[in-house]
């Protein structure tokens, strides 16, 4: 072969040299040329296409007889020398891709070579295009990953299963988990109830997005969040799989923003009612007291049953004023000592003040605190008030010889959680909405204002109170405190 082949013979051999001008890859064929000792010194082209004139801007006569460093780009000549040379001897050669830059070029080449008798073709096509939309992919694909990381909100891909393919660092951060951890598990195992997961799942099944789904979600140490969670089904084309893309905002701080607010609320209203109660009762009431005190002198010591009735009136009078006397007090923030000093040794002080209940009804006392020794500015008459009421509680929720009554210490971040569970008789949903409101009791003497008190004076404290409950299950009160000190 000595030139490219165009006229119009039709003889196998131009039929083939016309196929090879019209392809879409350059070829060129080169001989070696040896020196005495046979070694390879250079290669001499013998045949070029079309396309590899037009590639290398090379007229076809020009090509021909070329030696191959005057021929191809440095970057493919010089740079591949040494392979073609291992070509030749060994017919081995790795298909690769180059960037060149000439003065006529600035792209890339794909490049191929293979043996031919002393010497070697080598293909070579401009893919220029296609590695520039990979760079553009690349560029892009990047631009998402890095949203996709640096989200403020967590992130999560989901296969078919549900089980975690990815998520992002606010995901991580969020929940505790390392990327290893959490793809072995599915989102179901991160729902607080299953009752939560299964509208979740039926609705992403029936490729229905999921949009503001309120649920709690439980982290890797089983601490609740409230979150919301906005999820869509999206088919990935590379595996054949339907996954499932979200985002999770965590909303606890502000779910409990609105509910301070709501019990800030409701004990301004409290304690309106209750200034205005112990303004319209109390004059009357006092009055009344007046009243009977000069009714007792002028009764005559022999009328019957006289003292009786006079003491029933003095009995429900002086319990009248007690009720608003406490009805003030469960409302009102409370004038607070705050000394700093061992959390420990208030609840100790307090539980010492039941443990004769305790012993009496055979209940069980498990105590579980954090070995670090927590300091906190607190008023101890009023924290003990408040520790007390939660103790008496569970201590009468439970049957005797089967109770056990829990207090436990435990440190999240930067809170300190005071945990008071019992295993009694539990508290009805229904209740459980009411249980702080003024008045609500379940107790057939009970003025229901004790837990108003304690959530007032942990409030005060400038602390936070929750309850969890189940009937026939038992009752959790947990007290947060932020950790201002830690001995």
Known sequence: ???????????????????????????????????????????????????????????????????????????????????????????????????????????????????????????????????????????????YQKLFDESIDAIFLLDEQFQFINVNSSFRQLFGFNLGNIKEKSIKQLFLSEKDFLPFENALKKNKKIDELEVFLLTKKSYKRFCLINSVPVYDEERQQQNYLGVIRDMTKRKQAEKDIMVAEKLSMTGNIARTIAHEVRNPLTNLSLALEQLKEEIPEDIEDAELYLSIIERNTKRIGNLITDLLNSSKPKKLKLIKQPIKKLITEALALVKDRIKLQNLELVEDYSQENIILPLDSDQFKIALLNLFINAIESMKPDHGVLKIAEEIHDDYLMLIIQDNGKGISPTALKKLFEPFFTGKKEGTGLGLTTVQNIIHSHKGKIEVESELGQGTTFTIRFQINCVE
């Open 1 to 143: 072969m000595s030139k490219s082949i165009s006229d119009n013979n039709t003889s196998p051999e131009n039929l083939l040299h016309s196929i090879i001008d019209t392809t879409f890859f350059g070829v060129l064929n080169f001989k070696s040329i040896r020196n005495s000792d046979s070694e390879i010194m250079d290669f001499e082209c013998i045949f070029a296409n079309k396309t590899a004139s037009e590639l290398l801007a090379v007229d076809v006569s020009d090509l021909i007889g070329a030696k191959m460093m005057d021929v191809l780009p440095e970057q493919i000549g010089n740079g591949f020398f040494k392979e073609y040379k291992r070509l030749v001897e060994t017919g081995k050669f790795a298909k690769v891709e180059q960037h060149c830059k000439t003065d006529k070029f600035d792209g890339w080449f794909q490049v191929s070579a293979s043996k031919l008798g002393d010497g070697f073709t080598v293909t070579f096509q401009d893919i220029s295009d296609v590695k520039k939309m990979q760079a553009d992919l690349t560029t892009r694909g990047n631009k």
